[in-house]
């Protein structure tokens, strides 16, 4: 089975050729046109601008990804409704709706957060996972911890109450002026902060770390910060490398709580902050992880194909597929 996948649910225009078989998934194409370039010199992400350069990318994504194929190939089209930017979202779906009526293909609508979990089956079989299993979910937009009783059955345990990690990450960079992303800014400030000199030790804020539940803070760390630089002593490195500490340190405390209380048996890594390299290793210090390659941690439509064959069999009408800004993972 042939899969296309479509993602536009942020700044990045992503399709996809995904092969599903008995041996597992492999991608045969993921081409991403990223705009971090165009929205930049913004400091984030502007959905309206966003929406157009979709739209101008779209067909020039699909070419390149259907290279060696005709759509007498495909076998489903799986495309991003949500969560997501609403005016982003829709140039995916009206894209893949008309792509879907074009050549009478079935298209199945695909929760983005759910797919960053679904990320960690590519090149890997299914079975490797064991269940229950718990995922962190950490992104730009998302922090979420979520218990799988098995693919397709979740439960939301635990989730922010205002910044996601990675909007803390852009923030705290924009403070230091690291520019933006600000996951990889921060992340090659704090590389580089190698000896440390008591003059310049702070000490912030890891928010809500002793608290009995699964829900994160991240917007009194930024604050923690702000105040920090406003003081005017600080180390730009060190700030760098205690904040990403701090976060950290957060969400690896609060997923081994969930992994102890719930005594799963696999634990899973999601989102574009899962590409931070300190992250990955220091979990793996403590636990067997699932993770997927960096390029599969960041927005992408192979992701998005592969939650597509696990939703195969729940078809819909055209009509009734719209954008959710706000989509949820389900509670089974």
Sequence with gaps: MIILGIDTSCDDTAISLLEAGRSGFKIISNIISSQVKLHKKYGGVYPFLAKREHQKNLPQVLRKAMRGYKFSDINLIGVTVGPGLEPCLWQGINFAKDLAKRYKKPLIPVNHIEAHILANLINRSSTAIQFPAVALVVSGGHTQLILMKKIGQYKLVGETKDDAAGECFDKVARILGLGYPGGPAIAAQAAKFKIRNSKFEISLPRPMIKQKNYDFSFSGLKTAVLYKVREGKYNKRFMAA?????????????????????????????????ANDELRKQFRKETKIFVPPKSLCTDNAAMVAVTCYFHRKERKKLKDIKADANLRIKNL
Excluded: F, M, R
């Design 242 to 274: 205690e904040a990403q500490q701090a976060i950290i340190d957060v969400l690896i405390y609060k997923t081994l709580k969930a992994v102890k209380d719930y005594k799963v048996k696999s634990v899973l890594l999601g989102g574009g902050v899962a």
